[in-house]
């Protein structure tokens, strides 16, 4: 049997209060016995005792958890920004090395190696002389299909057919597009360093503050933890307050609720604000490196199909991107001819910046597992003062089962009884009332009724 102060159940046995008593809330004769002579009140104060000891270990536990674990969290905090760092840091380097494969490629394209035209020989190696008419080979047809493949047949006699561009535009166009990459490759180099160097401030930055950051008292979270904690102590040893409990309990969740988490902010704001904020700074630039590569695969792509096809409508998209100088404007020597900005296909330049976006969120400190835990802690203790709360609002009834097993269990003490073994069983029921009973005459008084009007007459 679960034991209630008996000074609250003087209190609440007294209390015209109706509602409903949950299942199980007594366990023996006599606690459901109290409950049905109470009216269910019985259980009702065992359940806010219960949710008042649940809601005390919540906070030990989290005071004891926020002591033990400060350094933790700063730990937590500074591990974030170097994850964030070093995320960011992939992304700058792939970038780059996008950007130089690309720049290679475009002057591979731009500039092929020359074919070598051999003179013609015999077989066995000697020369073709003047006026000797060689043997003609054959191709095998697989050499034929390869060579179709890499130069298509363009018939400009057949109507509708793709029109063929003109060599000299082919690599005039192709010379233009690879000065346009090599001169985004070697500007890239300021923006990466600018990001590398912010990288490494951002590094400097978590390992300066984190001694600061774990020198911050705790005290301002842990001291209204403390006070609740003695609150609900307080409440439990006088259980006679449990339906009308003090409005500092309430003060101090709300205390709890505000510092709590202020503090913990505070603790990773001064691990990761600065660093973070270094970051920030050469977010636009990193998001511009990225964009950089992705133009350059763009624009080696677009070199690629015109140098295999030779087609008009090729060389106009690849002049789009690059197009030619102003009549009577040269460009300077070994200098890229000025292009306007290639457009990058939108869900390109989103996914560049869902990927910067990403590798910050390591650095959030709300995201940090020992700040959710801890902020988690803080509003279950909030939800279990309102579960309290509702439950001393809340209406009580017995339950006809609980009644149905009281009355039960009293007939069977009765069964086969005569007058006089009727007479001594009541008057030891009265006496076991009075020892358990004792310090709560009120409830003791509802008992003894309740056994007098359900047991057979003498």
């Avoid at 000891?53 to 350094?71: P, S």
């Avoid at 300066?208 to 609150?231: E, G, K, V």
């Avoid at 009281?406 to 007939?411: A, I, P």
Wanted: charged residues 20%; aromatic residues 2%.
């Amino acid at each position: 049997m679960r034991r209630i102060t008996m000074s609250a159940l003087a209190l609440l046995g007294s209390l015209a209060v109706t509602g409903v008593a949950r299942a199980g809330c007594c366990d023996d004769f006599w606690s459901c016995a109290a409950a049905v002579a109470t009216g269910g009140v019985t259980c009702q104060i065992q359940s806010i005792i219960d949710s008042v000891n649940a809601m005390k270990q919540l906070v030990e536990t989290m005071g004891n958890t926020l002591r033990n674990q400060a350094n933790n969290i700063t730990a937590q905090a500074s591990k974030a920004v170097g994850d964030a760092t070093n995320e960011l840091k992939q992304l700058r380097m792939q970038a780059m090395t996008d950007l130089q494969n690309h720049a290679a490629k475009a002057h591979e394209i731009a500039n092929p190696p020359k074919t070598i035209v051999m003179a013609p020989t015999l077989a066995g190696g000697a020369a073709l002389q003047k006026g000797v008419i060689a043997k003609p080979v054959t191709a095998s047809p697989a050499a034929v299909a390869g060579a179709l493949q890499q130069a298509p047949i363009v018939n400009a006699n057949v109507p509708g057919a793709p029109k063929a561009a003109d060599a000299q535009a082919i690599k005039d166009s192709l010379t233009r597009a690879d000065a346009f990459m090599q001169d985004l490759r070697s500007k890239a180099n300021a923006p990466a360093n600018q990001v590398a160097q912010a990288e490494a401030a951002a590094v400097t930055a978590a390992l300066r503050h984190l001694q600061t950051a774990q020198q911050i008292s705790l005290d301002l979270a842990i001291t209204p933890l403390n006070l609740l904690r003695d609150s609900l102590i307080d409440l439990l040893t006088h259980p006679e307050r449990l339906f009308d409990p003090t409005a500092q309990i309430t003060a101090d969740v709300q205390r709890i609720t505000a510092q709590v988490p202020a503090m913990l902010d505070r603790i990773t704001n001064e691990v990761s604000q600065e660093a973070i904020g270094d970051l920030n700074q050469v977010k636009g630039t990193l998001q511009q490196l990225q964009d950089s590569a992705a133009t350059a695969q763009a624009l080696v792509d677009t070199m690629q199909k015109v140098a295999n096809s030779k087609l008009q409508s090729d060389l106009d998209a690849l002049d789009r991107l690059v197009p030619k100088p102003a009549p009577g404007v040269a460009p300077p020597s070994g200098m890229a001819i000025a292009s306007t900005a290639i457009l990058l296909p939108p869900a390109v330049a989103a996914n560049n910046r869902q990927l910067v976006a990403v590798a910050f969120t390591h650095a959030d400190p709300a995201k940090l597992p020992l700040v959710i835990q801890q902020r988690a802690a803080v509003a279950d203790i909030a939800a279990k003062w309102q579960t309290v709360q509702a439950l001393v609002k809340t209406p009580v009834k017995i339950e006809p089962a609980t009644v149905q097993k009281v009355d039960h269990d009293l007939g069977q003490m009765y069964a086969g009884k005569s007058k006089a073994d009727i007479t001594k069983r009541k008057n030891e029921l009265r006496e076991e009332a009075k020892k358990r009973f004792a310090s709560d005459p009120k409830t003791l008084e509802k008992v003894v009724q309740y056994i007098e009007t359900h047991s057979p007459r003498d």
